[in-house]
């Protein structure tokens, strides 16, 4: 008895017959314990795997399939006697069949056995031509054939190129232009295959057509991807231009599976240009988004989680300044996590999990999508640690401080992610991490209202902001200043509120430039509304403030500042629970206000629960930007409201 996979499934009896294996279930369960490799699948997960939605009887009809298939794989035996191939295993099924009677396991060791030795070439030649099509290329639909067909199509690829290498490194290689211009054309994103047909037409006296197939290497991967070509292929055409090719292989420089970027690549410039705002960072977030499609239209998912990982630009703002991108991006991660399945390689994933947590802002998630996200950041920072790469964990934390919204209270918590951050950006040399742990530093000493170890903070990432070139940062410090003087407005001998008010307004000519709208739309309004609470003054009416995402909570002190009782009634009844963000404590305390202002008992309790845990806190300082003081206030009037109910 044969199987084989690399193609549609079938089984082969010893005479080359074709055994009927029946339907498109029978042959799924085969193919599944095939892709098991000798393990036992248990029976829960092969109707899992079998159904997205299993029926009520699902395992009465996995056992039809199996006994089914015994029949047809051994039809000759006798009843009551024990199967040899599709055996019961404790709680599921195994494949029991030598690895060199399955198509599959012969390809996999005999790449391994390339991969040993050259001498192995002929053997992986001949698992290659065994290659009848895509694997289990007649279970469609199916995840984890999905996968294991993403998987074997990688090694393919990785055998076909590995042949190549071997017969060039052996002096061959005239015979192998016409197949690797093939393979080029099929997967041109590869830089290795390019590299092997360079070599190969030079082997072949074509050392003009060498060049040429260099410079189409070039600008596929420049105008596709956006991906210079790696150091491996930039050496190839200097030596054939110099005529002095070496015999044995040259390195492409792209490690691992697929392809690893080049030293210049679209996302590299994405990530260089972002912390410099305005226009810069608007592009900065055009190209990534064109690299990421460019690179899920070549089909390489290791490619694409690259491209996708690669933009590990800190966030610190819990909004998204463009929510349909970050929408976007968080579906593209998500698909290739889903395709490179829980065994692709630990680091790509643990990247992709981070652009998740990282890309979906609190603020702008349901439910089902904040707990996926918390997920990814749990994930993401778990595989991290495992991977021991200090960058990448880093950006994991990054994803674990923009999940730690969930509600009012956490600063502490930020501040021991901020602590982890700083750490690591000090002793492995990450500029850009170091002022996100400074930034987050800041943040959450203002929201303890601990206004001088903020200022401690400020002062140093505006130092490395300096070195850094990010003009971004001191936007963000001024701020936090006009912040610090607006607290200090209600303190002897402190500026005046009309000074405060000043500084506002400065930081806000400043932001509105910064290419940042959702840092910036509704901040300087509900930064001047803190500042009138803080002297108890009714909220701003000017009819051309521009509220934005925070209309909503100012509604009814802004109807009540008009003398507009029934009207600001109404609103605080329509008013929704504040987003997870960084403004959630400051837009409850604004539903406090106005619940005691207008005597709602019941409003003013909900309000109580939501901020009974940041009592400690400042609200709004947890953004690093703005004050309406002490959270301690709000509560303590709301619970006086409360109780009166």
Do not use: K
Request: proline share 7%.
């Amino acid at each position: 008895m044969r199987i084989d996979v690399l193609g549609v499934v079938r089984a082969l009896r010893d005479d080359g017959s074709t055994v009927d294996l029946g339907g498109p279930r029978h042959r799924e369960v085969l193919a599944r314990l095939v892709a098991a490799d000798g393990r036992t699948v248990t029976t829960d997960t092969l109707v899992d795997d079998l159904w997205a939605d299993p029926p009520a009887r699902a395992v009465g009809a996995l056992r039809t399939f199996v006994a089914a298939l015994r029949r047809a794989l051994e039809p000759d035996r006798p009843p009551r006697t024990p199967p040899r191939l599709i055996v019961t295993d404790g709680p599921g099924y195994a494949l029991r069949l030598p690895r060199e009677d399955v198509d599959v396991h012969r390809f996999e060791d005999a790449l391994a056995r390339a991969r040993r030795s050259p001498d192995a070439v002929a053997g992986l030649a001949a698992a290659l031509a065994a290659w009848r099509g895509p694997a289990y290329a007649d279970v469609t639909g199916s995840v984890w054939a999905q996968r294991e067909r993403t998987r074997l199509e990688e090694l393919r690829l990785e055998a076909v190129e590995l042949r190549a290498r071997i017969l060039l490194d052996a002096g061959e290689g005239a015979d192998l232009v016409a197949e690797l211009g093939a393979h080029v054309a099929e997967h041109p994103w590869r830089e290795p295959a390019w590299e092997l047909l360079a070599r190969a037409l030079y082997r072949a006296g074509r050392r003009a057509d060498a060049l040429a197939a260099l410079r189409r290497a070039r600008t596929m991967l420049v105008d596709q991807l956006g991906l210079d070509p790696g150091a491996g292929l930039r050496r190839l055409e200097t030596d054939i231009l110099n005529g002095s090719v070496p015999s044995e292989g040259t390195e492409a420089g792209w490690g691992g599976p697929g392809v690893r970027l080049g030293p210049r690549t679209t996302v590299d410039l994405a990530r260089t240009l972002a912390p410099a705002g305005g226009d810069a960072l608007v592009r900065s977030r055009r190209d990534r988004l064109a690299a990421i499609r460019a690179a899920q239209r070549t089909g390489d998912l290791f490619l694409t989680a690259r491209i996708i990982g690669a933009y590990d630009v800190p966030a610190l703002w819990s909004r998204a300044d463009d929510p349909e991108q970050s929408r976007a991006v968080v579906a593209a991660a998500e698909r290739t996590l889903a395709g490179l399945g829980p065994d692709g390689p630990a680091d790509l994933r643990a990247r992709l999990l981070a652009t998740v947590a990282v890309e979906s802002r609190t603020a702008d998630l349901a439910e089902s999508e904040l707990a996926r996200a918390q997920q990814a950041a749990r994930q993401a920072e778990e595989l991290a640690r495992e991977v021991a790469d200090p960058a990448l964990l880093a950006f994991a934390l990054n994803g674990v401080f923009l999940q730690s919204f969930t509600r009012p209270g956490l600063a502490a918590v930020r501040d021991r992610t901020g602590v982890e951050i700083l750490d690591l950006a000090g002793r492995h040399e990450l500029p850009t991490f170091a002022v996100l742990g400074r930034l987050i530093r800041l943040q959450s000493a203002s929201a303890m209202g601990d206004l001088d170890a903020a200022a401690v903070h400020a002062d140093a990432v505006d130092r490395l902001a300096a070195a850094a070139e990010a003009p971004l940062v001191p936007v963000l410090t001024g701020w936090f200043r006009a912040r610090a003087a607006a607290a200090r407005s209600t303190e002897p001998g402190g500026p005046t509120a009309a000074i405060a008010a000043a500084r506002y307004r400065a930081a806000e000519e400043a932001l509105q430039a910064a290419g940042m709208p959702g840092l910036h739309r509704g901040l300087f309004p509900l930064a001047l509304l803190g500042l009138r609470l803080l002297h108890d003054r009714p909220a701003p009416t000017d009819p051309y403030l521009d509220w934005g995402p925070y209309r909503p909570w100012a509604t009814p002190l802004l109807l009540l500042a008009q003398d507009r009782g029934e009207e600001a009634r109404a609103a605080l009844a329509a008013v929704p629970a504040p987003p997870r963000d960084h403004m959630q404590d400051a837009l409850w305390c604004l539903t406090a206000r106005a619940a005691v202002r207008l005597g709602e008992p019941g409003i003013a309790a909900g309000a109580v629960a939501a901020l009974r845990d940041a009592r400690a806190e400042h609200a709004g300082a947890g953004s690093g930007m703005l004050t309406l003081g002490p959270v301690a206030r709000y509560l303590a009037e709301a619970e006086e409201c409360a109780a009166s109910g």
